[in-house]
């Protein structure tokens, strides 16, 4: 039985929500530097929105091919952080680095660790925010 559409649509928005949050900080490289890591961020940031919004606008009709198409969003976030750290200039650079080991990290882990990552990854990812905000 399928659940009512206001629950699914509070699914949809809760990994839409996940998933943004992380791609506030998201995305192609060119070196160390403030334009390459914008560059990266942008380009990241442009997949995962379209991504997603497709994956809203399907949920409807096909919920399920929607939560993969979102799933798949949110694992792209592991790339960027590998591209992110590659074209990060000096003064972000190790926390890019912390936040791309810490997802690494997350794959295959089980709860207790996860969670345990995801904390240690909050200071590494307000001082990556707010180099995005403040440059980029």
């Known amino acids: 039985m399928n659940a ?3 629950v699914r649509q509070r699914d949809a ?3 839409a929500v996940v ?3 992380l791609a506030v900080l998201s995305g192609c490289s060119g ?4 334009a390459a890591y914008c560059d990266v961020h942008a380009t990241y940031e442009e997949r995962y929105q ?3 919004s497709e994956a809203v606008e399907r949920f409807e009709d096909d919920p399920l091919g929607a939560v993969a198409q979102g799933g798949t969003a949110v694992g792209d976030l592991a790339n ?3 591209e992110l750290a590659a074209a990060a200039p000096e003064e972000i650079r190790a926390d890019t680095e912390r936040v791309a080991e ?3 990290a997350q794959v295959g882990a089980e709860l207790p660790t996860v969670l345990q ?4 990854m909050q200071g590494p990812l307000q001082r990556v925010d707010a180099f995005i905000v403040e440059n980029c």
């Open 4 to 6: 009512p559409w206001s």
């Open 31 to 34: 070196g160390r530097s403030v």
């Open 80 to 82: 960027m952080w590998h």
């Open 50 to 52: 379209t991504s997603m």
């Open 19 to 21: 998933a943004l949050s």
């Open 117 to 120: 990552n995801y904390l240690m």
């Open 13 to 15: 928005a809760a990994v």
């Open 102 to 104: 810490l997802m690494d």
